[in-house]
């Protein structure tokens, strides 16, 4: 998944293929539990400008926004970790975030119809593994900030 020497040459040509803007300072909750993957995503997520917060499964990321206590503007999980998985994570955080947008991330084929029928479709989803231009879109896509973005209308 994303491996390091293909996340420096995708960095050395953003812009080319990428989303029209980037949105400086927009924070990111990125949990995974694969620490190589979290890793390359998270310096990707940063050198397209967001404030990377992390946490290594969904419970580690409950502690986290708890005692933080402001809202990421994104919230990007592998929906299968141990503890706590990516559907019960969003759920813990909409709790008290119900606007939170949010992005699963997956290496297993069939978890997208089940996100599907869990979230009626509001949420996004990115079929590991992924290249760091379709990261970037998908993200602009849940931030609502590229088209196709899906909850739009929430805004």
């Excluded at 919230?75 to 699963?104: F, K, S």
């Excluded at 991330?105 to 079929?127: K, N, V």
Aim: glycine share 10%.
């Amino acid at each position: 998944y994303l491996p390091a020497a293909r996340f420096e040459a995708e960095a050395q040509v953003a812009g080319e293929g990428m989303p029209d803007a980037v949105h400086r300072g927009e924070t990111v909750l990125l949990v995974e539990d694969e620490v190589v993957v979290r890793s390359v995503t998270r310096r990707y997520l940063e050198h397209l400008g967001y404030v990377v917060l992390e946490a290594g499964d969904g419970t580690e990321a409950v502690e986290m926004m708890a005692s933080i206590g402001s809202p990421p503007s994104l919230l990007i999980t592998d929906l299968v970790m141990p503890r706590m998985g990516g559907l019960d994570l969003a759920r813990r955080l909409r709790a008290d975030y119900p606007d939170l947008r949010v992005l699963y991330i997956s290496g297993y084929t069939d978890e997208a119809e089940t996100l599907t029928d869990a979230t009626g479709g509001g949420d996004h989803y990115l079929q590991k593994p992924f290249d760091a231009r379709t990261l970037a879109v998908k993200v602009s896509e849940a931030l609502g900030h590229h088209r196709g973005g899906g909850r739009e209308a929430a805004d």
